[in-house]
């Protein structure tokens, strides 16, 4: 299809299909919250290797796990996005025999298993960074110092130039020790690894070729488009002169969002290729965090697009519904996918750890409008990803006062993962848990929901089971027809099956007579027949085609242990 024929009227069966890559449905574990085995409050490797079955038992083929490593506890290290050691595993979270574990286990029951790796930045605890403020021979260049600019006045010199933290902050901080600034683009705690140079984009990949060592099948890589800076030091200029000095005004043409990036990518790529294939693996899963965009961080989209040769797959901020869509607009968001991402690669993200639950965002909505989107998100070409404890419909936790846990207000949807009704919700077994859990997580605990009942746990396992067994999900051509309001007609096609999936965007009932916008193949093959009307209640949907009859049966494609608690065939 043309760039211009995304969303197109009537569809005509298409001459050549074009086969989409990557469809893999990702879950999200978060350690510190996810499971604790040893009962001193934090959750822990050996507590997500316990409870990898129930992940199998989602239908998933995919886990990502937030960062392990070595990193400062509170609030300058990130929890784990400011590590001090990119190869040692933090003793709160267990050993690396136990990471090493997890990945067999993970292995055993079908899933790939992805590492977060910290990209463009270390803790200021970070061996290299304090040998790069003493100006150590192969060190002093390894993170970016500026000098300042001199005011003539005595006092600190001027700072180098405009450019700011995502907090709005400038990203420039004194160290008194080198007597120059560094660049930082989160916390100073946070600062940015020189990765202009090329033998300190060597050590990174270093780095992630260690973990290949240890198993993993691929990385989640945080921050790429902070990766690179101008080495000129050339002042962002403002979108608009008249507006402010806000972040959001900047235009990141300097600080971030360069060029160079797409070359340290492909020798990323080619060199991690090169390490896999020696050891007879297959090359790891690529998959990028670009929800910073060149236009005061708008349009992350377009940057990503930019990475689609060597990375896998990439998610931005598409898909982090506030509200509920317009027809239009998921018709511009599909067109909007597709034209930077023709053959896929996009992943879809209905939330994660740093922003509010889904749910909480989408609260005004009726349950049918937040399932719909979420079978939306799932019939759309490109990976899909899964918070954990979102297949529970977790909400967003209230923190008291004095329990906060990090600087941007991210713990409300980091709270602990519901398990059972006994302490914690099953999290832990400790006095006190990282972050309580709300009352109202104990009722909607894993436990509670495994029954047969249509429970938001129920619901999520069939609808993956569903994309799963769908060809054209997971690799066919999309056409979006533009139908009239409210519906939303998705065709996806591949050589295997041909599916029509039809939403009504709208809270009354709907009409809509297929082959007013479809040719007589396409009715053919759904069996539809010319006077055929689908009538869809509000919020509904429909999918003609499918492989099993919609959302009715679970295919699993990760075997689980006969008897696990998480075997389905024992519910
Ligand atoms: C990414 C992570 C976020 C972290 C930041 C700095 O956006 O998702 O949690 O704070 O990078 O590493």
């Known amino acids: ?188 705690s946070q600062p940015a690894l020189n990765l202009n140079r090329e033998d300190v984009q060597d050590a990174v990949i270093a780095d992630m070729k260690f973990w290949i060592d240890q198993g993993v099948d691929g990385f989640r890589l945080d921050a790429v488009p902070f990766a690179n800076h101008d080495p000129g030091f050339a002042d962002n200029p403002w979108i608009d002169p008249q507006a402010g000095t806000q972040r959001e005004n900047q235009r990141f043409a300097y600080s971030m969002c360069q060029p160079q990036t797409v070359e340290f990518l492909k020798r990323m790529r080619a060199q991690l290729d090169d390490h896999a294939a020696a050891r007879g693996q297959s090359p790891p899963l690529l998959l990028g965090e670009v929800i910073d965009g060149r236009e005061g961080g708008k349009k992350p989209t377009e940057v990503a697009a930019e990475y689609r040769n060597s990375l896998d797959s990439c998610y931005s901020f598409l898909t982090f519904w506030r509200r509920y869509p317009t027809s239009w607009d998921l018709k511009d968001m599909i067109a909007y996918i597709e034209r930077h991402f023709p053959d896929g690669g996009h992943c879809h993200t209905l939330g994660n750890h740093d922003f509010s639950r889904f749910r909480s965002r989408m609260a005004d909505l009726p349950p049918a409008a937040r399932r719909q989107l979420r079978i939306l998100a799932c019939c759309l070409p490109g990976d899909l990803c899964l918070y954990q404890g979102d297949e529970l419909d977790l909400t967003d936790a209230d923190i008291p006062a004095g329990l906060e846990k990090d600087w941007m207000g991210r713990d409300p949807s980091r709270s602990p993962m519901s398990w059972t009704n006994e302490r914690h919700a099953g999290f832990s077994a400790a006095e006190k848990s990282y972050l309580p859990v709300p009352d109202w997580h104990y009722f909607m605990a894993v436990e509670h929901q495994k029954g047969g009942f249509d429970s938001a746990l129920d619901f999520t396992r069939r609808l993956i089971g569903w994309r799963q067994a769908q060809p054209a999900l997971l690799a066919g051509d999309i056409i979006v027809i533009e139908a009239p309001e409210p519906m939303v007609p998705i065709l996806r096609v591949s050589p295997e099956q041909t599916l029509l999936c039809l939403f009504n965007i709208s809270n009354e009932p709907a009409v809509i007579t297929p082959s007013h916008f479809m040719d007589r193949r396409f009715l053919h093959e759904l069996r539809l027949g010319i006077d055929k009307k689908v009538e869809i209640g509000p919020y509904g949907h429909l999918a003609f085609g499918a492989r099993e009859p919609a959302y009715a049966t679970r295919p699993l494609r990760t075997p689980v242990p006969q008897g696990s608690p998480y075997d389905l065939a024992a519910e």
Not at 1 to 11: C, K, L, R, T
Not at 112 to 130: I, N
Not at 141 to 146: A, F, K, N, S, T
Request: hydrophobic fraction near 35%.
């Open 1 to 188: 299809m043309g760039q211009d024929s995304i969303v197109i009227p009537f569809a005509r069966y298409p001459e050549r299909l074009i086969p989409r890559r990557s469809a893999r449905v990702i879950y999200q574990v978060y350690p510190l919250t996810f499971y604790d085995s040893n009962g001193d409050g934090i959750g822990d490797l050996p507590g997500v290797t316990e409870k990898l079955p129930y992940i199998a038992s989602l239908g998933v083929d995919t886990i990502w796990l937030s960062p392990i490593f070595l990193s400062p506890d509170g609030p300058d290290g990130d929890n784990g996005y400011a590590p001090t050691d990119r190869r040692a595993v933090d003793a709160k979270f267990g050993t690396l025999g136990d990471f090493r574990r997890l990945v067999r286990e993970a292995h055993a029951l079908g899933l790939m298993v992805l590492s977060d790796f910290v990209l463009c930045h270390t803790s200021d605890r970070h061996p290299g960074f304090l040998k790069s403020v003493a100006g150590e021979t192969h060190f002093a260049d390894r993170y970016v110092w500026h000098p300042g600019i001199p005011n003539g006045e005595p006092g600190l010199p001027r700072l180098p130039n405009n450019w700011l933290t995502v907090h709005n902050r400038p990203a420039w901080t004194w160290h008194q020790d080198r007597g120059a600034f560094y660049l930082h683009h989160f916390l100073a």
